[in-house]
């Protein structure tokens, strides 16, 4: 057991680590919070025109886990994202699975780009929806998670993420989900089929605006996270290791 000084030293830096992760958590979730506020005045309610997602984006589709399920993951490569890292809003870091450049390959098809919408189609998380980080590129998506890639780019990316995660949205698509006879499961011909208002250009444009310049700060902040959460790591290793 190490000295008790060394271990009051140990448990008050790792207190300021927490207590600074859990700052930076805050204000992410303000962020989203203010998002949502901002999406709501400027859409909810308002007699848009709609469209199908098919008429939207240019790629619709899901992916496939590789031979050998999670024994032929790997600790670095090329990101294989599971619905355990999409979540409403945000992308979830933790447990994500890497592949090699053969497993990428068989996924070809499912290879995600810069401003995908990836939005969970399967099990307890169906309907979750966030954008793809920039920092987990080269990646592929399992057959749990669809990708979605919108004509037009960035800005109409935050609108689509914002809106299917929005709660009357959200209600629609757990209902598809729900509809099924074996399991939660939404298909590709039903996304594809799927509607949903469509502003003008120009008010998209405004709001994916406002939502990059969010979502460049709440990307520091999680880049932030993860380092405090190793350096907490090996703060207590190496005091477990004396």
Known sequence: VPPM???????????VITERIE???RINDNLVETL????????????????????LCSKIGSGATPRGGKESYHNEGISLIRSTNVHD??????DLAFIDKTQADALSNVTVQTNDVLFNITGVSIARCCIVPPDVLPARVNQHVMILRPYLGEYMSYYLMFTLCDSKYKSLLLGI???GSTREAINKQEMEAFTIPVPAISEINAFGTKAATSYSQIRNNDREIAVLLELQRILLSQLSSR
């Open 23 to 25: 700052l930076k958590r």
């Open 177 to 179: 989900g729900q509809s």
């Open 89 to 94: 809003y945000v992308f979830s870091y933790s």
């Open 36 to 55: 949502k506020t901002i999406y709501r005045d400027s859409f909810a309610g308002k007699p848009f025109e709609t469209k199908s997602l098919v008429d």
């Open 5 to 15: 000084d060394e271990q009051r030293k140990a448990v008050n830096s790792s207190k």
